[in-house]
């Protein structure tokens, strides 16, 4: 029987120069679970560590003390190349700036976690292909970066995250560098994604992006200081 805890953080501590008078505690005595099919936010302010706590759970960082389980396995015992292999299997990201690489074609920017996970030839175009379909950017796939909106730009960041049909989505800021209509189109995608089983993780400062959530999770001063349903939330 398959486990709905998909992500199950305990006491989590990240400490930056530890010991020292610049000593920075980004998160402190941080737990939380979170279940597969769930969309929650983590909202903070910025400073507040909610970035901290998207890189550890998204394995792009590791926690200076407590565990942290994904899927099962704890990430602490694993090495860089487990690491990597099971953030590319179980986590795709969107960030706030796009993070697209300006000489690729939209298409080529989609393959790129395909060709990491070893998808080639026409398999991987096809999966590509079928991942700007699904944000409505498939007659765009041969233009670059620079020939596209931001709107279109963070639509091709999406469909590279949901390209290998990872169980997870983290967006961090995702409609942040967006106007608002384009931001609402954004947000129905990952909508879309969650409606058809996908986890969304959506780090956000905004109040308003957050409630469109099912949970929040608000963080202050590297600690949560609300858990909750969005209907119970102070928003």
């Given at each position: 029987m398959?486990?709905?805890?998909?992500?199950?953080?305990?006491?989590?501590?990240?400490?930056?120069?530890?010991?020292?008078?610049?000593?920075?505690?980004?998160?402190?005595?941080?737990?939380?679970?979170?279940?597969?099919?769930?969309?929650v936010?983590?909202?903070?302010?910025?400073?507040?560590?909610?970035?901290t706590?998207?890189?550890?759970?998204?394995?792009?960082?590791?926690?200076?003390?407590?565990?942290?389980?994904?899927?099962?396995?704890?990430?602490?015992?694993?090495?860089?190349?487990?690491?990597?292999?099971?953030?590319?299997?179980?986590?795709?990201?969107?960030?706030?700036?796009?993070?697209?690489?300006?000489?690729?074609?939209?298409?080529?920017?989609?393959?790129?976690?395909?060709?990491?996970?070893?998808?080639?030839?026409?398999?991987?175009?096809?999966?590509?292909?079928?991942?700007?379909?699904?944000?409505?950017?498939?007659?765009?796939?041969?233009?670059?970066?620079?020939e596209?909106?931001?709107?279109?730009?963070?639509?091709?960041?999406?469909?590279?995250?949901?390209?290998?049909?990872?169980?997870?989505?983290?967006?961090?800021?995702?409609?942040?560098a967006?106007?608002?209509?384009?931001?609402?189109?954004?947000?129905?995608?990952?909508?879309?994604?969650?409606?058809?089983?996908?986890?969304?993780?959506?780090?956000?400062?905004?109040?308003?992006?957050?409630?469109?959530?099912?949970?929040?999770?608000?963080?202050?001063?590297?600690?949560?200081?609300?858990?909750?349903?969005?209907?119970?939330?102070?928003?």
């Amino acid at each position: 029987m398959i486990s709905m805890k998909l992500i199950d953080v305990k006491h989590v501590w990240k400490i930056y120069n530890e010991g020292y008078e610049n000593e920075v505690r980004a998160l402190a005595d941080v737990s939380l679970e979170i279940d597969r099919k769930e969309f929650v936010a983590i909202i903070g302010q910025s400073g507040s560590g909610k970035s901290t706590l998207m890189n550890i759970l998204g394995c792009l960082d590791v926690p200076t003390y407590g565990d942290y389980h994904l899927d099962g396995h704890l990430v602490s015992e694993m090495s860089d190349a487990q690491l990597s292999k099971i953030r590319n299997r179980e986590v795709g990201f969107i960030f706030q700036g796009f993070n697209l690489i300006p000489a690729l074609t939209a298409l080529e920017n989609v393959e790129l976690p395909l060709t990491y996970q070893g998808v080639f030839g026409s398999r991987r175009r096809e999966m590509a292909l079928e991942a700007l379909e699904k944000v409505g950017l498939a007659e765009r796939c041969n233009h670059k970066p620079s020939e596209m909106s931001g709107g279109q730009q963070q639509r091709v960041a999406i469909a590279r995250a949901i390209s290998t049909r990872a169980p997870i989505i983290m967006a961090d800021e995702p409609t942040g560098a967006l106007d608002s209509k384009t931001g609402k189109h954004v947000l129905e995608i990952l909508h879309g994604l969650h409606d058809e089983g996908t986890t969304i993780i959506l780090i956000t400062h905004d109040n308003k992006i957050a409630a469109t959530a099912e949970r929040i999770v608000r963080i202050s001063d590297g600690q949560i200081i609300q858990d909750c349903p969005r209907e119970e939330a102070e928003l």
